[in-house]
């Protein structure tokens, strides 16, 4: 049927109806008072959603661009970094750095383990002289399902004293609480299509004051993702190139959604999500990827043979979308996205047609298990 398609993956991620219209208004010319009038009020709510003071700038480009900006606008070639790296993302960060000739050490665990601080703090507290410029972390690691213990990580990035904190906030900005002023995080990064409920093509950086210090010095160079520039047009409410003037519309509308939601009640809906999903996929014998205490609340990753089988039957049959395992995990697990705008409904449903499909793959578990886990787990 045509129309119907049900995205439960981690980005991108559905698109409520009123920002679908808001998409779909006719743009107006960026530099005009009433573009500047929506920048201002979009600024103020990204640093309520930032849970900050500090800037937050707007890019036109996708969660990886906003990762690379961050780095490429506060270290210099040659600086020292940690970089943790247990999937896909963290292992990105780590290949940027070393574009750029950043000297990178990563800090690893298996997919599917979630990093362990006290590498971090030995680490941390064998540099006396000061030479780690920054520490790297993927907060929630979306191809493993893995959400990293960024506070205790970040404590003892604070005990070191010189080294920022840049973090890929990209499935837990909008999903878990991430309180950037709190823990003091220096470089936040997200992107649009992802806990923002609108479509690709928007990156998000935050920047404290500690990193702007640290822009003064750094050596890259830059032009379009000099982040000095976007921070000079944010203060007049503007931007210093074109801006994608119909995602800012969607965004506009989105945020005000999520405040009318409130924050609280944004993390306790993912945490609810993740929660049924979770009881759910263990109530029809399928085994869980993340553990429980470190588990993403953006994205479930269940670990199975047929996982490929799975995705397809879901695919062709129900006509939602579930996303597979990355490299050396492809066709070992999929992952079932819970991310934005995704409701209890949603949630219900995806399970639903996930016990039929695993009854027509011939697994072997008691009817119906898997919707009441969930429906108990979402009471
Ligand atoms: C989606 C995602 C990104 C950004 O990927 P893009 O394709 O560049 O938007 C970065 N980090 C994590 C953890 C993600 O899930």
Redesign the pocket.
């Given at each position: 049927m045509e129309d119907k398609h049900m995205l439960m993956i981690?980005?991108p991620t559905p698109v409520p109806e009123k920002v679908l219209k808001a998409l779909g208004t006719h743009p107006i010319g960026h530099r005009s008072g009433d573009f500047s009038k929506i920048i201002a009020e979009i600024n103020d709510n990204l640093k309520w959603l930032h849970q900050t003071k500090n800037e937050v700038l707007s890019l036109n480009?996708?969660?990886?661009?906003?990762?690379e900006a961050g780095m490429i606008n506060f270290l210099s070639p040659g600086d020292r970094v940690l970089v943790g790296v247990n999937?896909k993302?963290g292992d990105?960060w780590a290949q940027i750095c070393e574009v750029f000739g950043i000297q990178t050490e990563r800090i690893t665990s298996d997919w599917g383990t979630p990093l362990d601080p006290e590498e971090f703090k030995t680490a941390l507290e064998a540099d006396t002289n000061k030479e780690i410029k920054a520490v790297v972390i993927?907060?929630?690691?979306?191809?493993a399902g893995v959400l990293n213990d960024l506070e205790t990580i970040n404590k003892y990035v604070k005990a070191h004293g010189e080294a920022l904190i840049i973090v890929?906030a990209?499935?837990s900005l909008g999903a878990y609480n991430v309180p950037v002023d709190d823990w003091g995080l220096d470089v936040v990064?997200s992107?649009s299509?992802?806990g923002y409920m609108i479509p690709?093509g928007l990156?998000f950086i935050s920047v404290s004051d500690k990193a702007w210090k640290a822009y003064e010095t750094s050596k890259f160079p830059r032009f379009y993702m000099d982040l000095g520039k976007y921070k000079k047009a944010n203060a007049k409410n503007s931007t210093p190139f074109t801006p994608p003037i119909n995602l800012m519309f969607g965004l506009q509308t989105a945020l005000q959604m999520m405040q009318r939601e409130g924050l609280e009640n944004i993390f306790t809906r993912h945490q609810r999500l993740t929660n049924a999903t979770r009881a759910a996929a263990t109530a029809m014998g399928l085994s869980l990827f993340a553990p429980d205490d470190a588990a993403s609340t953006?994205v479930t990753a269940i670990r199975t043979d047929d996982a490929e089988a799975i995705r397809t039957t879901m695919r062709q049959k129900y006509d939602i979308a579930l996303a597979g395992g990355q490299d050396h995990l492809k066709g070992k697990i999929f992952r079932v996205g819970h991310l934005g705008f995704i409701s209890d409904r949603d949630v219900i449903m995806t399970i639903g047609c996930l016990e039929a499909t695993l009854t027509e793959l011939g697994h072997d578990f008691e009817p119906k298990s898997g919707t009441k886990a969930a429906a108990a787990a979402l009471v």
């Open positions: 981690p980005g480009v996708s969660g990886t661009g906003a990762m999937g993302f990105r993927t907060h929630s690691e979306t191809s890929d990209v499935t990064a992107g299509q992802k690709p990156g953006a």
